[in-house]
């Protein structure tokens, strides 16, 4: 069972356009990550996160973390081309098991 | 440093046949990680292992699947007998100890079952 649910499931957008996509879960998570991956690949990190509210910056990608520890959001400002993947975020419950969410496969248009 | 290697990258069998994956995590890596990847959708944790001890293998299709990781270090992941359901890409991570640390992917073995 996925404990943790991405949205949208599918989103194609023209280059230069922001985008948002984001992760929820019922649960609360000690930690978050997100995981770009791109086809015959495997997932690649792109940020942790940890504190609650906590945001990050990795160039045209701001990563947030929910108040309550139980969401996620990712930001991506004027997209481009290669930015296009599978995008994904994962989270350790309980035991240290690694569980990833559902997926978000985005397709910048030139 | 290398990265987690995997083979086969390809695999083509017919139901109810037997196939078996290899692994062989980054030197050091106490935590290794056996997903399935349906076409489209997230991974799945078929089995996570700290060491040659698992931490968590409750996804994991007992009656057909099976994984060892034997003296803590590589890995091999069994399936038998297949079925066309199992067709997906299986995917080995390995990473260091404890909550938060950077899980590293091999690229994969692409099973198809026919």
């Known amino acids: 069972t996925q404990l943790l649910e991405q949205s949208p499931q599918f989103l194609s957008i023209q280059e230069g356009e922001n985008l948002t996509v984001y992760c929820n879960s019922s649960?609360?998570?000690?930690?978050l990550q997100w995981y770009r991956q791109e086809p015959g690949e495997g997932p690649v990190l792109l940020v942790t996160?940890?504190?609650?509210?906590e945001v990050k910056k990795l160039k045209r990608l701001t990563f947030q973390f929910g108040d309550a520890r139980k969401d996620s959001s990712l930001h991506i400002t004027a997209a481009q081309p290669g930015d296009t993947g599978l995008y994904l975020c994962?989270?350790?419950?309980?035991?240290?098991?690694?569980?990833f969410g559902t997926g978000t496969r985005l397709t910048i248009i030139p | 440093e290398a990265g987690v290697a995997q083979s086969p990258r390809y695999k083509i069998i017919e139901k109810r046949q037997s196939v078996a994956f290899w692994c062989n995590p980054i030197?050091?890596?106490?935590?290794l990680y056996w997903y399935q990847q349906i076409l489209g959708q997230g991974p799945k944790l078929l089995i996570q292992?700290?060491?040659?001890?698992?931490?968590?293998d409750s996804q994991l299709p007992k009656d057909r699947f099976s994984a060892e990781r034997l003296k803590g270090v590589d890995s091999t992941l069994k399936i038998q007998p297949a079925k066309l359901e199992d067709s997906a890409v299986y995917l080995c991570?390995?990473?260091?100890?404890?909550?938060?640390?950077?899980?590293?992917f091999g690229q994969g073995t692409r099973l198809t079952v026919v």
């Open positions: 994962a989270a350790h419950f309980g035991n240290e098991k690694l569980t």
């Open positions: 030197s050091g890596h106490a935590t």
């Open positions: 649960s609360v998570f000690s930690s």
């Open positions: 991570a390995s990473s260091s100890a404890g909550q938060a640390t950077e899980a590293f």
């Open positions: 996160v940890v504190t609650g509210g």
């Open positions: 292992f700290q060491n040659n001890g698992v931490v968590d």
